[in-house]
């Protein structure tokens, strides 16, 4: 398993952020500062930016994609390599999440697209509608026993980690019938943001993690009548069952998924390829014949 984390360090993120545009950190060797890493990123990046999202009510301009990938994986156990996250934002927040890899075994280039916001939202490939969900992604929910957010932001983030610390993520990791998996929080957000149009002065995205991240958590301060609060919404990132448990409360038990269609609000996608082009990655390398 390998796990390349993009997003500002904990310590660059003490000022936090200033306007509707998250920050964000270089990529480090393993995130694909190597040829062949940037040509598989290319790869990717060509064919999202193929899609454009739009969320109803906010005009024709589409959201924004973030292409550098908040996330890098590899899980040798299920043959899944090449694995990259990204997102999506309108005005500063995180809208949709794009979970996609190269299945080895299969040969087939998963993806799965997770809905983060309670808005109506469109995904467009070219003049088409790809993906519109009849139902709402994550509706938000109130953290009604937790402080009250801090006036800085360096406080805000250590209050944000320790809520996703609060959150027990259990996932059917394998399939119907598997063992319960307790998934692991990524401490360091996957995306920090802002976007006072929508009344949130701090925000950050979590990741809960097997190989690749199974489910993630939206933390908010938002602006309300009574003033500033914690707001929060989870959403799944695969097909297997999760469940969300939050001081020994189920929050949000999301079933298996067997079939899937382009108006729900997680839909996952195999698409065939036969002729990717980087080989397969596991593959270990033959030794050179000794003269």
Known sequence: ???????????????????????????????????????????????????????????????????????????????????????????????????????????????????????????????????KPQRSGSPLKPLDDAKPPADKPAARLVQMRNIAKEFQVICNWGGKGKSDWQMRLLPTPLYRYQALDDGIVDGALFGYIQSGPEAVLLVEARQTPTGLEWQYSTSRCTTYRIRFVRQDKAVADYPHIDEWVNTDSFYPLHVPLKDYPFGNPFEKAKPTPSK
Request: proline share 7%.
């Open 1 to 131: 398993m390998l796990i390349g984390l993009l997003g500002l360090p904990i310590g660059a993120q003490e000022n936090g952020p200033t306007d509707s545009t998250s920050s964000r950190q270089p990529s480090s060797p393993a995130d694909g500062n190597s040829a062949t890493g940037k040509e598989k990123l290319d790869f990717y990046r060509s064919r999202l930016r193929e899609h454009r999202l739009f969320v109803e009510g906010r005009g024709d301009k589409p959201c924004e994609l973030i292409e550098d990938p908040l996330i890098r994986w590899d899980n040798p156990i299920s043959q899944n390599a090449d694995g990259m996250m990204f997102l999506w934002t309108d005005r500063g927040r995180p809208v949709v999440v794009t979970n996609g890899f190269f299945n080895v075994s299969s040969r087939f280039w998963g993806r799965v697209f997770a809905s983060l916001t309670d808005r109506p939202i469109e995904m467009k490939h070219g003049d088409q509608s790809f993906w």
